[in-house]
Structure formats: structure tokens, C-alpha cells
């Protein structure tokens, strides 16, 4: 390993239990006072949401180094770690050198000390991370994805990379992107006038992926557990704080999983990350805790310790149309659960998660087992406090009858998906499976309210800039 790469970073010197060594520390320099014979410059590169004090003996440094020293300047810093002579930090850097790898003008930085508003922060995406609140939802991020990996590797589950483009549109489960590169100002026509996908890139109309299951069946059918985890992409219309047009999803999909090992698995899963974000990423959560939602950390514990109730579809309805509750949407059999319903039954209700199951067919996927009553289907969502439906799931349906039934009644075309079929034709089992956005998860870890800030560069609506 290089130099660079050993050299300990700011989490490392705030924890270190070693005093007066020398150190080298680079990073953004958040505000910088004092007076004419000492500066204090509060350091931060990142990796942890605490800065490090860089004391400055002014008369040992030139005047014109120490103004190009701003809010938002890039330093490097060689000193003496040592005990820490003001209160709120251990340890501190007596500056021997400094050198500025770059200013920042005062004038034109927009993160200047006061706090910014979220909806200003999302103008300046690239800058961002630069703030505490957004260095600590990333890294916090980061620990999420890497905790999913390590969940799935641990219990047997095998990473399978699903395909982004794809030719066939059969989840139902949003409007979808196309991918062509057609000059779409001069589109080829066939004779009846349409466009004539034979001569686009893939001589097909192609799309960008709503969800990974249906190549992730084919590798449960194989590798018994398998999960995706990547980009998927939904051109639904829809501009609230729980909607982004790409987003990141986890599908793991198991043979011989049925509904019951489906529901045991997502609550076991969710509970070993929000243990997991507890237990690794407890500075940022606190932070959170203060700044953003004071009953974060509680939320969190409660829902690791408490089982999810689990509950049909059915009695969900009844339980809302009972409740006395106006609603902006109707409650009816029949009707999908808006996020408010879901809420209610989670927060006001059963003030804990919910699985809810067996849904209507109608309002489901096509691929989801019919139930005995030929009227519900083995659908299982996942509520949760603030969020609503976290994860949506099933187990498959692995009749060929039933299957091409619904995919007729629906009107997907049985040959666009005969690779799909033959998982039915060969070697069929029981099986199941879901889906949980990786930003509906962070909404409820980070306690943020818009799921524009809990991703880097958020895509909505008539909004990808950067
Ligand atoms: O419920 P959905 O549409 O299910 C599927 O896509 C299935 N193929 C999953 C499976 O069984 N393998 O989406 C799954 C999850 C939702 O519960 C939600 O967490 C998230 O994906 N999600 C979104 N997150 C952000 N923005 C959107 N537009 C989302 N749509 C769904
Ligand atoms: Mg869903």
C-alpha cells in the first residue's frame, strides 16, 4: 500500500489513542476563527461527520498563505496530534505546515456557515456532500449497500447481475423508458406507418428495467438463492417525496421459498440492517437524531426488536373502512392501499410494521401464486412507520395453466416470454421472492423526508441535472 493510502484519516486521529506524534491530515476546511495571534480551523475530509481542530500559531505562518485558508478551501496539514485544550474534541492538530491544494472564494462558495435549506442543497447536488447532513446519509448509504452484501453472502445467496436493457416489459410494474438509438427525428416507418424496430440498435423496441425479477427467477431456479441489486428505472408521472425514476433495488428470489419463508426472510433482513446501521453508523445517526428527527434512534430500536404484524389484505380493508378516518383516497375491496392507508395501519393502528397479504389478483403482477379463492394472490407488502410500503413481494406461480391465464387476461404476449415459461416447463418449483428500494430503506434509516436526499443525484420529473 502506498503512503497515501496508509496515512490514518480524520476518524482515525479523533479515535487514536496516541499524543504527540506527528501527522499529516487533508481535507475541506469547514470554518476557520480566531484572532491575530491564533486560528482555529475546523478540518473535515469526509470520513467521519466530526471535524478536527488545526491550531495555528499565526506569527509562524505567512499572512497571505492563511487568507487563501476559507470555508470550503482543500488543505494539507502537518503537525503534532495532541490533547485537545478545549472542550468538545480530544484531540487536536498543532499546524507546523500548511499547505492550500485549493481556495475556495468566499464570495461565490455557496456553503458558507449558515444552514441551507434541502430544497437549496438539491441545486447544488455536486456540493453537497460536503455538508453534515449529506456526508452522513452517504455514508450511511455506503453501509447499507455493503450490509445488504453481507447479509445475502452470509445466508447463501449468490449476486446475479440482472440486465438493465430489456426487451420485454412484462412486470406491469411502471411506465418504462425506451432505448433506441433511432434518429428520432427521422424515424424509420414500416408499411403500416409504425416505427420500424428492426432497424434500432437491438432490432427490437427495447427498455430500461423496472425490476430484475424475472432474469432473477431464472437464476433461483438454478443457484436456489440468488439476489440483484442495482439500478431499475420507472417513468411513472409521480412527484412525491417517495418516487424517484431510477432508484436502486435489492430482489433476492429463492426455490422452494413459499409466502411464510418470504415474510421470514424481509423481517429478518430488515431488522439485521437497521441493527447493522445502528450498531456502525451510531455518530451520523445521532447527528440525524438532533437535526432532522428526534425519535430516529427510538423508531429505529423498536422496529429491530418488535415483530411485524402480518395481516391479509382483507382484514386490512376492513380495519380502514372501520377506522373512522378521512382518507383522500377510498377505501374499498378491491382498491389499492394508498401510502396514507398504509400509514395508518402501521402508525396509528398497529404502531408497528405490517406485512400485509394475499391482495386482490387485479390489483397485483400477473406472476403472483393464485390463491385457493381464485380472487387473491400469495402478495406480500411490507409497511412501514413514515414510509409505507417498503417491500413488495410474492411467491410465484408455477402453474402453466394459471400463469398464461392471467398473462392472457392482462394481454402480455406468452411468446415475447417463453424463456420465462419454460422455468414452468422444466424443472418447476415452488418459489418466491421481493423487492426493496434501496432509498425507501434510507428514508426510514436517516429519517430524511424526500427521497431526493437520501440518493447522490436524484432523477425525477423533468429534473437530471448533473
Ligand atoms: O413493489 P415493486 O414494484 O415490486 C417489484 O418490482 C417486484 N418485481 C419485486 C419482486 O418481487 N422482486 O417494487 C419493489 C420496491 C417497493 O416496495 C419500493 O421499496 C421500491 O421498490 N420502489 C421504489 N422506490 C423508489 N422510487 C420508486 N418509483 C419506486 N417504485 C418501487
Ligand atoms: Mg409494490
Redesign the pocket.
Known amino acids: 500500500m502506498s503512503k497515501e493510502a496508509n496515512r490514518p484519516k480524520i476518524a482515525d486521529l479523533l479515535q487514536c489513542g496516541e499524543r504527540d506524534i506527528e501527522v499529516t491530515v487533508k481535507g475541506w476546511v469547514r470554518t476557520k476563527r480566531g484572532n491575530k495571534n491564533v486560528a482555529f480551523i475546523a478540518l473535515n475530509d469526509g470520513t467521519t461527520i466530526n471535524n478536527i481542530q488545526v491550531v495555528v500559531d499565526v506569527a509562524g505562518f505567512d499572512e497571505e498563505l492563511l487568507k487563501r485558508v476559507t470555508t470550503g478551501s482543500c488543505l494539507r496539514v502537518e503537525g503534532t496530534l495532541v490533547e485537545s485544550m478545549g472542550s468538545g474534541q480530544p484531540v487536536e492538530v498543532q499546524a507546523r505546515e500548511i499547505e492550500v491544494y485549493g481556495s475556495a472564494d468566499p464570495e461565490t462558495y455557496p456553503l458558507q456557515k449558515k444552514g441551507h435549506t434541502l430544497e437549496f442543497l438539491r441545486e447544488i447536488a455536486h456540493l453537497r456532500p460536503r455538508t453534515n447532513t449529506f456526508g452522513a446519509v452517504l455514508r450511511i448509504r455506503h453501509a447499507m449497500s455493503y450490509a445488504i452484501h453481507k447479509y445475502f453472502n452470509d445466508h447463501g445467496f449468490f449476486y446475479l447481475h440482472t440486465p438493465l436493457i430489456t426487451g420485454s416489459d412484462a412486470?406491469g410494474?411502471?411506465a418504462m423508458f425506451e432505448v433506441t438509438t433511432l434518429d428520432l427525428n427521422n424515424l424509420p416507418r414500416t408499411d403500416e406507418g409504425k416505427v420500424d424496430y428492426s432497424q434500432d440498435f437491438f432490432g427490437k423496441q427495447c427498455n430500461l428495467t423496472?425490476?430484475g425479477?424475472l432474469e432473477?427467477e431464472t437464476g433461483a431456479m438454478a443457484l436456489s438463492k440468488i439476489y440483484t441489486f442495482g439500478p431499475?428505472f420507472?417513468a411513472?408521472n409521480?412527484n412525491t417525496p417517495?418516487?424517484?425514476?431510477e432508484?436502486w433495488?435489492i430482489?433476492p428470489?429463492m426455490a422452494f421459498y413459499e409466502l411464510e419463508d418470504n415474510m421470514d426472510l424481509a423481517e429478518d433482513f430488515l431488522k439485521y440492517l437497521i441493527r447493522y446501521a445502528l450498531d456502525n453508523c451510531a455518530d451520523d445517526l445521532e447527528f440525524l437524531n438532533k437535526m432532522y428527527d428526534p425519535e430516529l434512534i427510538e423508531r429505529l430500536r423498536f422496529v429491530a426488536e418488535n415483530g411485524f404484524v402480518r395481516l391479509d389484505y382483507t382484514e386490512g380493508i376492513d380495519i380502514l373502512s372501520k377506522s373512522g378516518m378521512k382518507f383522500e383516497f377510498p377505501v374499498g375491496w378491491g382498491l389499492d392501499l394508498q401510502s396514507e392507508h398504509e400509514r395508518y395501519l402501521v402508525e396509528q393502528h398497529f404502531k408497528k410494521p405490517v406485512i400485509l397479504i394475499n391482495y386482490p389478483k387485479e390489483i397485483k403482477?400477473f406472476y403472483m401464486k393464485m390463491n385457493a379463492d381464485g380472487r387473491t394472490v400469495r402478495a406480500m407488502?411490507v409497511l412501514f412507520p413514515k414510509i409505507g410500503?417498503?417491500?413488495?413481494?410474492?411467491e410465484r406461480e408455477t402453474d402453466m395453466g394459471v400463469l398464461t391465464g392471467r398473462m392472457a387476461e392482462i394481454g402480455i404476449p406468452a411468446e415475447e416470454m417463453w424463456w420465462y415459461l419454460d422455468l414452468r416447463r422444466f424443472g418447476s418449483a415452488p418459489h418466491s421472492?421481493?423487492?426493496?428500494?434501496l432509498?425507501?430503506l434510507l428514508l426510514f434509516i436517516t429519517g430524511m423526508a424526500n427521497?431526493r436526499d437520501v440518493i447522490p443525484y436524484p432523477r425525477t420529473p423533468k429534473n437530471a441535472e448533473f
Not at 410500503?389 to 410474492?394: N, W
Not at 421472492?433 to 428500494?437: L, N, P, Q, T, V
Open positions: 412486470e410494474a411502471g423496472v425490476s425479477q432473477g431499475t420507472r411513472e409521480s417517495r418516487h424517484l425514476a432508484f433495488m430482489e428470489e403482477a407488502d410500503e417498503i417491500i413488495g413481494g410474492s421472492g421481493f423487492g426493496m428500494g432509498e425507501r427521497i
